[in-house]
């Protein structure tokens, strides 16, 4: 992590970072640019133009077309750029420093393509492992996806390339996004699927906030003024631009009324002939139309869009800084999920290793949005990755004929099969969801391997949990290595070989089955009336609309562990390491309005890694229904064999907080609270008491 601070830190002598807060000045010279403006082309500003990734330009008050870029995981869009590890594996790293690096990372490569805006994070938490998305999301914690956000902002938006938080809000399906309402009650929209976005508004100021396809409780979220107008910029202080998802409005009246400011990619509803026909005839003020246009130049303002080339030709397109930030997060963020002492591989020319599947040597990538082209001379597949661990790491690899007599002499004569399965661009992906299975025929493979290998290890390429019901008792380890971006070949490689220690945690619990997720029954859209009547007239009625009710509450992922009485596969927070921990000294004592929780943290083990002290906070005797234990800190600290470091984490006063719905304000509890120290959400590894 040193190189890489290093070389950011000569990049940003190059050039001055642009503020994120939009001042008074800002908005002062927005408003005279409005009052400059004909109504025509105030209209012509509020919808994407040229090819739908820019915006409108008027030359003649000198404010540019500012292009904007897909995605979370890199610059697309007609480009080849550096692909970062995807958005959930990223927070899978638990590493602050490293997701910063990764917003910094983008932000420079954009900035040498001449991109002002960047379409990421996507932020949508996780409620089921099938959502065609998840690869491009921070996993099912709103602390965890909180954190990462904010980090991945900070540090894009400190290099002057303005951030786009998405999906707001509560798009946590592919299915059907654009007619499907999610159907949610306040408090769990407050402290499951707003804190995210919350977090990016108030702390890391993020510039901009790109709109759902989704409704939500009934209005489609581009046209719903609770969530715009009331919630994001009334209660939150958001006071930068909202834009549309590409092709996510539906009406003109309910768009401007809703508060939506820019629609993306054009003017499909912010049609000049229909907003003058209904300011002639009074059904809008043109006041509303200027309200947007303010609203998009004081951001373009703030970030310094009117006053500089977008474009930074100091910085060259295929740039190290940002390769090496993709690298060193791609390092920390696979998970090892089970080890049966298979890994790490040893070296030496009579252990051989056998590496088969179809994600042995692609480099596998999430459809859509999150879809990034590496140049073609950085991307790294599993094969090259043990390619480059030398000569005393003897291997070979079959990419198909696994039935073959010379692959099933390999697999018999090999010290371990290495299986590489998992998705790619056309099995996980935006605008559809994705099998939970594995796809056609990979389950089949790693059966064949087990029949001929005692020592099978799997790796698994996806953006969440899959069904390894029928393999997973039987297979010596797992190692989840996501969409782990261009160095996925040489990060697995170095983890299963030992060269580094996996030292990612799960960001989702794995439950092992779809049917003991807590959101399992409500994930899919329905209708309850038309499962309870008989009458076919109603129930042509009712098929027309689709509901999905969150009726799991804030009981989602390992939050529903306690409240349902289901034990899961794996926990939030699991994660495996080739060596191990031990936390003891834990205290808890309040400071300030907030509480300061120090553990000394051991490496007992035989190699140096990292361990991540996740703090969770459990109420005694709550006055209201919570959680049994909530994620409210965490640390991820490098330790040395046999050295000992003291972390240190502060709880804030609204650690202990819940939402209150009869106030509809955030309410603190006074009495006694457990502070735990977790190896996962079900793993508790010491506690104690504080009262406050």
Request: charged fraction near 25%; include cysteine.
């Amino acid at each position: 992590m040193k190189k890489i601070l290093i070389l950011f830190a000569l990049t940003a002598v190059l050039m001055p970072l642009h503020a994120q807060k939009i001042t008074r000045a800002d908005k002062e010279r927005a408003e005279g640019l409005v009052r400059q403006m004909t109504l025509e082309e105030k209209v012509n500003f509020i919808a994407g133009a040229v090819d739908g990734f820019h915006t409108y330009a008027i030359d003649r008050l000198g404010i540019p077309s500012v292009r904007m870029c897909d995605g979370p995981q890199g610059v697309r869009n007609n480009t080849k750029s550096t692909l970062f590890p995807c958005g959930v594996a990223a927070a899978a790293s638990w590493n602050r420093d490293a997701v910063r690096a990764m917003g910094r990372g983008i932000a420079m490569d954009a900035k040498a393509r001449g991109v002002g805006i960047m379409l990421g994070p996507g932020v949508n938490i996780y409620r089921s492992a099938v959502n065609g998305r998840n690869f491009e999301y921070f996993g099912e914690d709103p602390y965890l996806a909180s954190e990462t956000a904010s980090q991945y902002i900070q540090g894009m938006q400190g290099e002057g390339v303005m951030a786009t938080i998405k999906h707001f809000a509560l798009n946590n399906s592919e299915y059907g996004r654009h007619w499907t309402s999610s159907v949610v009650d306040e408090r769990t929209m407050n402290e499951i699927y707003f804190p995210t976005f919350r977090k990016a508004v108030e702390e890391a100021r993020v510039g901009a906030v790109m709109t759902s396809y989704n409704m939500v409780n009934g209005m489609h979220a581009p046209e719903n003024p609770w969530l715009i107008r009331e919630t994001l910029r009334g209660r939150w202080g958001f006071e930068g631009l909202v834009m549309s998802d590409w092709t996510s409005t539906y009406s003109t009246l309910g768009c401007i009324k809703g508060g939506l400011d820019l629609e993306m990619p054009r003017n499909y509803v912010y049609r000049y002939d229909i907003i003058k026909e209904m300011i002639d005839n009074g059904v809008i003020a043109e006041s509303e139309i200027d309200e947007k246009v303010q609203h998009i130049l004081q951001a373009f303002i703030a970030f310094g869009f009117l006053d500089r080339p977008l474009q930074d030709t100091t910085v060259p397109e295929d740039n190290e800084a940002s390769r090496q930030a993709a690298y060193e997060l791609s390092l920390e963020a696979p998970v090892l999920l089970k080890n049966n002492g298979a890994l790490p591989l040893p070296a030496g020319r009579k252990n051989r290793i056998l590496l088969i599947g179809p994600m042995a040597d692609v480099m596998p990538c999430g459809g859509g949005s999150g879809e990034v082209h590496p140049f073609e001379n950085r991307s790294i597949t599993m094969r090259q990755g043990f390619q480059a661990l030398g000569k005393n790491r003897p291997f070979d690899c079959v990419t198909e004929g696994y039935d073959t007599p010379t692959a099933l002499s390999l697999m018999d004569n090999a010290y371990a099969v290495v299986v590489a399965v998992g998705y790619g661009k056309k099995t996980e992906k935006e605008n559809s969801d994705r099998t939970f299975t594995l796809p056609e025929g990979q389950d089949e493979l790693i059966e064949l391997a087990l029949k001929h290998n005692s020592r099978v290890v799997v790796v698994v390429v996806s953006g969440g949990e899959v069904d390894m019901s029928r393999w997973h008792d039987r297979v010596s380890a797992i190692l989840y290595a996501w969409y782990d971006g261009q160095d996925l070949g040489t990060a697995v490689a170095k983890i299963l070989s030992g060269e580094v220690n996996p030292s990612g945690r799960l960001p989702m619990t794995f439950w092992g089955t779809q049917e003991k997720n807590p959101a399992f029954n409500y994930y899919q859209p329905t209708m309850t009336a038309l499962k309870n009547t008989t009458s076919e007239r109603h129930k042509e009625r009712f098929s027309r609309y689709e509901y999905a009710e969150y009726r799991e509450g804030i009981f989602l992922g390992y939050r529903g562990i306690d409240h349902f009485g289901v034990k899961p596969l794996y926990a939030f927070g699991h994660g495996l390491s080739y060596t191990r921990f031990d936390h003891n000294g834990l205290t808890a004592k309040p400071e300030g309005e907030g509480v300061k929780v120090e553990v000394i943290v051991r490496n007992i083990g035989e190699v140096a890694g990292s361990d991540v002290v996740q703090v969770y906070v459990s109420p005694i005797n709550p006055e209201v229904i919570r959680p049994v234990r909530e994620l409210k800190g965490y640390q991820k600290i490098d330790l040395e064999k046999g050295i000992a470091k003291t972390a240190r984490i502060l709880l804030p006063k609204s650690a202990f907080m819940y939402y209150d719905v009869e106030s509809h304000e955030w309410k603190h509890q006074h009495g006694r609270y457990k502070v735990q120290i977790g190896a996962s959400a079900d793993k508790i590894l010491c506690e104690t008491e504080v009262i406050l």
